[in-house]
């Protein structure tokens, strides 16, 4: 199957048949025999009319023709200046201030799982802070044997690790409980991120300092201005937090947390404490304290949860979406995220009719707990109209509720956990829309 259809290869053996004067006529009969069988071949994308010009094939482009740039022009590398548009956003009316604000993962311009360190959500409470990695203390103290202050060097001799995991904040979404009302996918999803995190993991540093016995839960606070704190039951934190220096192969960046963060794997980010200067074994929550108070979730009866630390699994189709229409009718790849804070994903299924029937997607490539996963589905578009959804399920057996059931549960003044399925609709033009169906 050509994903492109004949007419439009014909067309470009047609225009190829006409271009070339800059080349010899023996080159450019080459150059037409090579170009047409990649064509025959599979996927290959065909030149429009007016997309033909002195750089396009069969022409020889003018940076062909002359050097580029040499090494360490760019000591530290930067994307090309024609991907300008791939930046994080940031919703000006949702907080009065940048320094207590969010910014959101552009996740309509990303591929793979992995987000690259420029591009992942910020969520501030009070800014970045400038912090001196010399000067960087951690305290572990409280319910323990042998309290100890580690500086930077002293936490990089410990064992360490590697992990590919999601960070999501619990108000991911959350605009949007009422009814839609953000009309791109960068801004419904995009306080979400999957980076590899380097570190120690909490379990070895606890070890380190002995845990006495009441010691049940571990206080994190942050050193930026907010001094955010949380508190993490025990045994979370024996099973896979880490505490966290790297990011994506290099250090972490200042928004994220240089030089030290919590990452608690799964669970709301709110949890994994960024610029993490103490760590205090007590024997009880720290939930009398207003910030904590603030991220409970609102139930239908009017009762709230005082804590609600896992994200649930959730998914995304995000080609085509309001910011990629599908601008032809042929072939496309749908792609989509899925996650889950309890696991591994186990299937995604997709609907293009609101949900009355169902077909699975292909997972692609690597399927890691906590994390990312791709899923595809070769779709042929033809101009019609589409409710286009995602449905995950995890390991656990969880399926992505619907908005409706996840309604019914949680009542309509909820903020946070908004992990329903989500609908894109699909015009005859091909644009995307975003929209709620009852
Ligand atoms: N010290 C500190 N840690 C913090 C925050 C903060 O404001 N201060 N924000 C939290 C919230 S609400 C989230 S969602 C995550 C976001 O992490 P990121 O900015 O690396 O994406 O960091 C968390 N850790
Ligand atoms: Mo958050």
Redesign the pocket.
């Known amino acids: 199957m050509a994903w492109f259809d004949d007419k439009e290869e014909f067309y470009l053996a047609q225009q190829l048949e006409k271009e070339g004067n800059s080349l010899d006529i023996s080159s450019r009969r080459h150059f037409i025999k090579n170009s047409l069988s990649f064509l025959a071949g599979s996927a290959s994308i065909a030149a429009l009319p007016n997309t033909v010009n002195a750089q396009t094939p069969p022409n020889i482009p003018k940076w062909t023709r002359s050097l580029g740039r040499g090494v360490v022009s760019v000591p530290y590398g930067q994307p090309s200046k024609y991907q300008k548009n791939t930046v994080r956003r940031t919703v000006p009316w949702l907080t009065a201030d940048s320094i207590s604000a ?1 910014s959101m993962t552009p996740l309509q311009d990303l591929k793979g799982i992995i987000t690259p360190n420029g591009l992942v959500f910020e ?1 501030y409470h009070a800014g970045v802070p400038d912090i001196n990695p010399d000067q960087h203390r951690l305290i572990i103290h409280g319910l323990v044997e042998r309290p100890r202050i580690f500086t930077m060097d002293d936490l990089k001799r410990f064992p360490s690790v590697s992990e590919i995991k999601f960070l999501e ?3 991911n979404g959350g605009m949007e409980w009422k009814g839609p009302q953000m009309q791109g996918l960068q801004f419904t999803h995009g ?1 979400l991120s999957c980076c590899e995190w380097s570190g120690v993991k909490l379990s070895t540093l606890l070890q380190e300092v002995g845990v006495k016995s009441e010691g049940k839960w571990v206080l994190a606070e942050g050193a930026d201005g907010a001094a955010m704190a949380r508190s993490i039951p025990l045994e979370k934190a024996l099973e896979d937090t880490i505490v966290v220096y790297a990011q994506n192969g290099e250090a972490l960046r200042p928004e994220q947390g240089y030089p030290l963060r919590l990452l608690n794997p799964g669970w ?3 949890t994994s404490i960024k610029w993490l200067r103490r760590l205090e074994i007590g024997d009880k929550p720290w939930y009398m304290r207003e910030e904590t108070s603030k991220y409970t979730d609102l139930m239908a009866d009017g009762k709230a949860r005082k804590f609600s630390f896992v994200q649930e699994c959730n998914s995304v189709i995000t080609s085509p979406c309001p910011e990629k229409p599908w601008k032809k009718h042929g072939w496309y790849e749908l792609e989509g995220l899925a996650w889950s804070g309890n696991g591994t994903i186990k299937a995604v299924d997709v609907s293009i009719d609101g949900g009355v029937k169902w077909q699975p997607a292909q997972i692609k490539g690597v399927v890691l707990s906590k994390a990312l996963t791709r899923f595809s589905l070769p779709f042929k578009w033809q101009g019609q109209p589409l409710l286009l959804q995602s449905r995950a399920i995890d390991n656990t057996g969880y399926v992505q509720p619907t908005l409706a059931q996840l309604r019914e549960q949680r009542g309509m003044n909820s903020i946070y956990h908004k992990n329903a399925i989500h609908t894109w609709q699909v015009t005859a033009d091909g644009s995307v829309n975003n929209v709620q169906l009852s």
Do not use: F, L
């Open positions: 969010v969520r904040c619990p108000a306080m709301e980010g709110n």
